[in-house]
């Protein structure tokens, strides 16, 4: 499956965006989560949503601020991202996720779209 992220831009302190993600297939059956990638800096999760959008797992860096929302009727995901920081900053991509040996595992990213979060 190929995933699309879309929806970044720019965007100021304490503001919002929602993100959308789909896919080349029917995403129903997959865990779909976010990653993202500040400039200069490793990459890092944001969060899990299951298949049924009925469990989900964030990051401490965006928990409570952030979440993950999916419509398989739409086949999309979205990532609704409230009290936007500066250190939100990054290229997002949607991604395949599962629970592995103690931490969540991305898989098969594609095209990321970047937020910029400053005034």
């Known amino acids: 499956v190929q995933l699309q992220a879309s929806g970044g831009g720019l965007v100021r302190p304490g503001g919002s965006l929602r993100l959308s993600c789909t896919g080349s297939?029917?995403?129903?059956?997959?865990?779909i989560g976010w990653i993202r990638q500040a400039p200069g800096k490793e990459r890092e999760e944001v969060g899990c949503?299951?298949?049924?959008?009925?469990?989900?797992h964030y990051a401490d860096s965006v928990k409570g601020r952030f979440a993950i929302t999916r419509d398989n009727a739409k086949n999309m995901v979205y990532l609704e991202m409230n009290s936007l920081q500066p250190e939100d900053t990054a290229v997002y991509h949607c991604?395949?996720?599962?629970?592995?040996?103690?931490?969540?595992?991305?898989?098969?990213w594609g095209q990321g779209t970047l937020v910029t979060v400053s005034s």
């Open positions: 297939e029917a995403l129903d059956y997959y865990a």
């Open positions: 949503k299951s298949s049924s959008g009925g469990g989900s």
């Open positions: 991604a395949l996720c599962r629970y592995g040996v103690g931490e969540y595992e991305y898989e098969h």
